[in-house]
């Protein structure tokens, strides 16, 4: 099996959706200058992380997708470069309805398809619930180019049924666009913890399910919330393997062998040994006595 190599943008916040937009598209030809080949764009890159308040006028911000302005884009940009594009948007379904979403762009600039994120959080500076309608198209698996990919995004990362469910429709790698971060008022207390939760609940991932996984998170500030960067790519025994910075915008080169996905899975074959036939409860709620 090949190695396929990852690039990962750890972009930050920009004036306009234009000069995010630009900056990225310097930041995606450097990727595959360095030999990215699929390259993995930050949850809702081109704009602010405009969730720390409800304000109506923030819908404007949305476009349609696929065939919005941004898709379109980055599929000619795709297909020049040769590489596959994971481009995480605010979509616009239609009069009222909003998604958080990222379109799969394979390296001949087709757009395979969208995934739009389940798991809907609503915590002080994150106001998500306001804009996003949870996603109804399921947990979906694309097979680019280069290798056999599933995109979950951000609050998608606490939940190991999410990412349980995309690797055994085939994913080898799991991508989570993020934008997640410290808020100022909770940093000193419980800063270093929530940090080692995220990282750690995903590195299960990775090991619980024999794949890659690669969390792209977002660097900078907004309004009261420090985003922590710390984009990584953990193999399938969970290790990192590649991490950047707290505070830097970065372009993060990570060859990943897909053979360690096979190797690993006939060592620790977790999918021959499930019980299937126990889980049922799982679509349960909460199990009451």
Not at 9 to 21: C, M, P, Y
Not at 235 to 259: F, M, R, T, W
């Amino acid at each position: 099996m090949p190695t396929v190599t990852l690039g990962l943008i750890q972009g930050t916040t920009f004036a306009s959706q234009a000069e995010s937009l630009a900056r990225h598209e310097v930041l995606i030809r450097d990727a595959a200058a360095k030999g990215a080949q699929i390259i993995c764009l930050q949850e809702l890159f081109n704009i602010p992380y405009f969730c720390t308040r409800q304000d109506t006028a923030l819908f404007d911000l949305a476009e349609p997708m696929p065939n919005g302005p941004t898709t379109a884009h980055l599929a000619r940009l795709a297909k020049e470069l040769n590489v596959v594009v994971i481009v995480p948007l605010f979509e616009k379904r239609g009069p009222g309805l909003y998604h958080n979403t990222a379109s799969v762009i394979d390296a001949d600039g087709t757009v395979l398809g969208l995934y739009r994120k389940m798991h809907i959080p609503q915590d002080p500076g994150f106001e998500e619930k306001f804009y996003f309608t949870p996603g109804d198209l399921g947990y979906k698996v694309w097979n680019t180019k280069f290798g056999r990919i599933g995109v979950l995004i951000c609050w998608d990362q606490w939940y190991p049924e999410a990412a349980r469910l995309t690797a055994l429709a085939g994913a080898e790698i799991l991508f989570y666009p993020t934008a997640i971060g410290w808020l100022s008022s909770e940093k000193a207390e419980l800063g270093k913890a929530q940090h080692c939760g995220w990282e750690t609940v995903q590195r299960g991932h990775a090991v619980a399910n024999g794949c890659f996984v690669a969390a792209v998170n977002r660097t900078g500030f907004q309004d009261d919330t420090e985003f922590w960067g710390q984009s990584f790519v953990a193999n399938p025994y969970g290790e990192i393997v590649a991490k950047a910075s707290v505070e830097h915008e970065e372009v993060l080169i990570v060859p990943c062998d897909l053979q360690a996905v096979e190797d690993f899975r006939r060592i620790w074959p977790f999918f021959r040994d499930r019980r299937i036939d126990t889980y049922s409860p799982l679509t349960k709620r909460y199990l009451d006595e």
